[in-house]
């Protein structure tokens, strides 16, 4: 199993600002994974990060507005830049969990972005 | 990308009566997955289906992967206030979950 922490918790942030949100896992992975989940809405990727390269961005999403940095197999963080009302929602990291059997995928427990 | 699409969104039952979610896909899918998502918090890992008419249990939980594997469904049976939540299916592409809409179910004690 893996434990995954995320920080901050929560923030209300102004519009035009930026926040940015830190995600630290308890081993090494390969890959993170940073999901949106809007008010009442399912969860949607924005991104894979990888160590050592540049997070591939699902369509919709742009580094420009959603930078992610991968400095080691443990920690990544997501930058919310220029933030407007419309961003508001919960942003959480995920890893993978893949052996022979199968796989599945671990969440921090999230931050919740307010922007007013 | 394959896409699920999950039914009902919402679910309100008594206590005691059951209830049963379906996800469906328009392809042919590798995996299904499941997920509970508690009110205030995160996505947590119920199971995953591989095989073509796979039908797994999980005490009062039953999870099915349809014989095309386009079609999956979760069954509760007399449900309890604890399983409050979202359920969401999702389908692993890689690492990448794409998740159905979810749905909510409250149950009425």
């Known amino acids: 199993s893996a434990v995954i922490s995320q920080k901050p918790s929560r923030d209300i942030c102004q519009r035009g600002t930026s926040l940015t949100i830190q995600c630290q896992v308890d081993?090494?992975?390969?890959?993170m994974f940073w999901y949106r989940q809007q008010p009442g809405q399912s969860l949607t990727l924005i991104a894979t990060a990888n160590q050592g390269s540049e997070a591939t961005y699902e369509s919709g999403f742009v580094i420009d507005k959603f930078p992610i940095s991968r400095p080691n197999l443990t920690f990544s963080t997501l930058t919310v830049s220029n933030m407007s009302p419309e961003d508001s929602s919960i942003y959480l990291c995920?890893?993978?969990?893949?052996?022979?059997?199968?796989?599945?995928?671990?969440f921090g427990p999230g931050t919740r972005l307010t922007v007013t | 990308g394959q896409q699920v699409m999950q039914i009902p969104q919402y679910q309100h039952v008594q206590e005691g009566e059951d209830f049963t979610t379906y996800c469906n896909s328009s392809?042919?899918?590798?995996?299904i997955q499941w997920y509970k998502q508690r009110p205030g918090g995160h996505p947590v890992f119920l199971i995953q289906l591989v095989k073509s008419g796979e039908v797994k249990k999980q005490k009062r939980l039953t999870f099915q992967f349809g014989e095309a594997k386009k079609n999956s469904s979760l069954h509760i049976t007399a449900t309890q206030t604890t399983d409050v939540g979202t359920y969401f299916c999702?389908?692993?592409?890689?690492?990448?979950?794409?998740f159905g809409q979810g749905t909510e179910l409250s149950v009425k004690p």
């Open positions: 999702g389908h692993n592409q890689g690492g990448k979950l794409i």
């Open positions: 995920s890893v993978e969990d893949s052996n022979r059997w199968g796989s599945k995928q671990y």
């Open positions: 392809t042919t899918l590798s995996n």
């Open positions: 081993s090494q992975v390969t890959m």
